[in-house]
């Protein structure tokens, strides 16, 4: 069974940083795309970050020249570094992986639980 497990959300202040990580557990054959989603209250869910297995990454233009997101192959684990951050940033954070199962088997996505982010003013 595989399972998304993240760490690292809290409270900060305006202007601080957090380090979200998000290790893979399981039995799977390979990890392709992972990625960071928030939601806040009231909102849609949003994707904040990606990056490729081969290291190319994409984000959200609220996020852009703040946040970092890298992963460690061997680990299994994406990282989302967060800097500057501002109350809007305040919000659950889910960690996604796209995983494939066995050689030839199918693609799933999975989810974690969510990690609360919040920024005070």
């Known amino acids: 069974q595989v399972q998304l497990v993240e760490s690292g959300g809290g409270l900060v202040q305006a202007g601080g940083s957090l380090r979200l990580s998000c290790a893979a557990s399981g039995s799977f054959f390979s990890i392709n795309a992972m990625g960071w989603y928030r939601q806040a209250p009231g909102k849609q869910r949003e994707l904040v970050a990606s990056?490729?297995?081969?290291?190319?990454?994409n984000y959200v233009d609220s996020v852009k020249g703040r946040f970092t997101i890298s992963r460690d192959n061997a680990k299994n684990t994406v990282y989302l570094q967060m800097n500057s951050l501002k109350p809007e940033d305040t919000a659950l954070y889910y960690c996604n992986a796209d995983i494939r199962l066995s050689f030839s088997g199918p693609r799933r996505e999975y989810w974690g639980q969510g990690t609360q982010v919040t920024v005070s003013s």
């Open positions: 990056i490729t297995s081969g290291g190319s990454t």
